[in-house]
């Protein structure tokens, strides 16, 4: 059973860093693209970060290149998301996706953690 | 980048009904394009990809359609497990997601 488990979501202030992790297990986690996704409270889905299987490639939407970084390490099945320059509009749920292949939909998802950014 | 237009932002629904909700995207997307069901505190859920493949576990009274920049999203014979948000999602180049649409009971 694929099973994601993101952590490390909590109360931040603006300007200030914060790193997410996502814990995979049940699948061959060098095997898949995994993305992360977010939802700002009663707002809809924002795709925010890819990364390729071996972590070589990496895409952002505008809205967060440049300030976030998604990363992997493959012998830990572990994806994080590393956010500086935190701003009130990142606060959000931040789910963890494997995609189900390159360039492909977003086939599972883990439950999500929160990040509030406020002062 | 590619937006995705949904409509509409909210539907009411009595049980038994069919409805339909559209996404249109900015440009042609190739049929690329999946739908999410995500209910109130929940991760969402995977129901369709490539236009109009049901995902393992998909039931029947839920499909989708379309070609080029225009594809629609059909519940047949609402039921009240069905009340829930739903997304589209484009994934021809790079990732967009619709705005959602919010189904609800009449």
């Known amino acids: 059973e694929v099973q994601l488990v993101e952590s490390g979501g909590g109360l931040v202030q603006p300007g200030r860093s914060l790193k997410l992790s996502c814990a995979a297990s049940?699948?061959?986690?060098?095997?898949?693209?995994m993305a992360w996704v977010r939802q700002a409270p009663k707002k809809g889905l924002e795709w925010v970060a890819t990364?390729?299987?071996?972590?070589?490639?990496?895409y952002y939407p505008d809205s967060v290149k440049g300030r976030f970084t998604i990363s992997r390490d493959n012998a830990k099945s572990s994806l994080y998301l590393q956010m500086n320059s935190l701003k009130s509009e990142d606060t959000a749920t931040y789910y963890c996706?494997?995609?189900?292949?390159?360039?492909?939909?977003?086939?599972?998802w883990g439950q999500g953690t929160l990040v509030t950014v406020s002062s | 980048d590619i937006q995705m237009t949904q409509s509409p932002p909210s539907l009411s629904a009595s049980l038994g009904d069919k409805v339909t909700i559209t996404c249109q995207a900015s440009?042609?997307?190739?049929?690329?394009i999946a739908w999410y069901q995500q209910k109130p505190g929940k991760a969402p859920r995977l129901l369709i990809r490539?236009?109009?493949t049901l995902e393992s576990g998909t039931p029947s009274r839920f499909s989708g359609s379309g070609s080029g920049r225009d594809y629609s999203f059909s519940i047949s014979n609402v039921e009240s497990e069905d009340i829930a948000s739903y997304y589209c999602?484009?994934?021809?180049?790079?990732?967009?997601f619709g705005g959602g649409t919010k189904l609800e009971l009449k």
């Open positions: 996706a494997r995609h189900s292949a390159p360039s492909n939909w977003f086939a599972y």
């Open positions: 049940g699948f061959t986690f060098s095997n898949y693209y």
């Open positions: 990364i390729s299987t071996s972590g070589s490639r990496t």
């Open positions: 440009q042609n997307i190739n049929k690329y």
């Open positions: 490539y236009t109009s």
């Open positions: 999602l484009q994934y021809d180049n790079l990732w967009t």
